[in-house]
Structures are given as C-alpha cells and as structure tokens.
C-alpha cells in the first residue's frame, strides 16, 4: 500500500526558502499513472492547490504562486519536492503532498501532512 | 480558475438523518468531481471521485450525483464518524479548485 511523507523544516524565516520532501513508499514514483502533488491549508480554512509533478519532471503550478515555486522529483530515491521562496506569513499552513491519480483524476492518497510556520 | 462554491457552509445533523451537501461549480466541469472527508489534524481521504464513484474503502452510505455544475454529496444514514468537513474539488482543469468546505456537526 503506496505511502507518503512530508518532511522538512517546520519554521522558517520572512523572506526565505521553503523547502519540503515528500517521500513515496510502498510503489514507484515512476510510475505513468500519477501525479505527485502538493497542497496546502491556512489554519483554520480550506485546501488550496499548489503544484503537480509528473515522474518525467513536467509540472503544473497554480499562476497564484508560479513566480515562486519549483517542484522537482527524484526518481532514484523515490521522492518529490517543493521550494517556495520568498515566503511570508501567508504562506503558514499544513503542507500536504499527495497523489493526482489519473485513472480517478482525484487525490487518493495523501501524507499526514506538516506544519510550516514563518517567523523571524 | 473555476471557482467551487459549497452549501451550506456549516449544517449541524442527528445520528441517523439524511444529509445532503451541494457544490457548484463557475463553468461546466462534466463529472470531473471529488468529494473529500476531513476531520481535525488529518488529511483529506477520498470518497467519491467522478462525481458518483464511491471510493474503495468508503462506506456505501456516501453517494454522490450531478452533471455539468451542480453536484450533491448524500450521507444517506448519518454515523457518529462522519462529523467531519466535507470538501469537493474540481479535476477538469487546472488549478485544481476546492470548495470552501462543508463542517458538519452535531445538532
């Protein structure tokens, strides 16, 4: 049964870099039939797309923060990532990866997600 | 971006009721619509995807219907466990788009 799990730094600082790792375990990331996603939510509100990855490296980002973002997979370790820079405190949220599976075109498998706090 | 309108916001129900939450969607989206469950300090899980297609491990009593921009998530015998917030999200384009979320609780 295919897992996932965010790790990465849960406070970092105005201006800086967010970096975040979703690793995939129980399947290969190199499979066709997905794309590796992240999603986020503010405390307290709802779910906002970020980005997607496919297992050849082709993207897709939400325009509200394209000028910022890179997401890039790792198909010998098994993993994807998401940089965010410039970060503010709108950008404090639970970070979720998860997988777009195209035969549902739905997120069906999600990581437990991880709490990013921006503050100096 | 298709914007995903939910109603109500929030709807307070008894064990047993039938609930029924709606989700509309700016333009035609044929059945490219999910329904989500989330309970606190959880990730969403999945339960219906392509507008009626219940999701394997989802209970039977979740269904979900609509074609186009309108859609509706039914809880025909409401359990303990499904008070949660419910979200819908589009899958025709991208951004991907969620709803503003449905919180259920009890009355």
């Known amino acids: 049964q295919v897992q996932l799990q965010e790790s990465g730094p849960g406070l970092v600082k105005p201006s800086q870099t967010l970096s975040l790792m979703c690793t995939v375990s129980?399947?290969?990331?190199?499979?066709?039939?997905?794309?590796w996603s992240w999603i986020r939510q503010p405390p307290g509100k709802g779910l906002e797309w970020i980005g997607h990855?496919?297992?050849?490296?082709?993207?897709s980002y939400n325009p509200s923060l394209k000028s910022r973002l890179t997401i890039s997979v790792d198909t010998s370790n098994n993993h994807f990532s998401l940089n965010l820079n410039s970060v503010t405190a709108a950008d404090m949220a639970v970070y979720f990866c998860?997988?777009?599976?195209?035969?549902?075109?739905?997120?069906?498998?999600w990581g437990q997600g991880t709490v990013v706090t921006v503050s100096s | 971006d298709i914007q995903m309108t939910q109603s109500p916001s929030s709807l307070s129900a008894s064990v047993g009721d039938r609930v029924t939450i709606t989700c509309r969607a700016s333009?035609?989206?044929?059945?490219?619509l999910n329904w989500y469950q989330q309970k606190p300090g959880k990730a969403p899980k999945l339960l219906i995807f392509a507008a009626f297609s219940l999701q394997s491990g989802a209970p039977s009593r979740f269904s979900g219907s609509g074609y186009g921009t309108d859609f509706t998530l039914t809880i025909s015998s409401l359990q303990p466990e499904d008070f949660a917030t419910y979200y819908c999200q589009e899958s025709y384009s991208t951004p991907r788009t969620f709803g503003q979320g449905t919180k259920l609780d009890m009355k």
């Open positions: 333009q035609s989206i044929n059945r490219n």
């Open positions: 990855i496919d297992y050849n490296g082709g993207t």
């Open positions: 129980g399947g290969s990331i190199s499979s066709g039939d997905y794309y």
């Open positions: 998860a997988r777009d599976s195209l035969t549902r075109d739905a997120f069906d498998v």
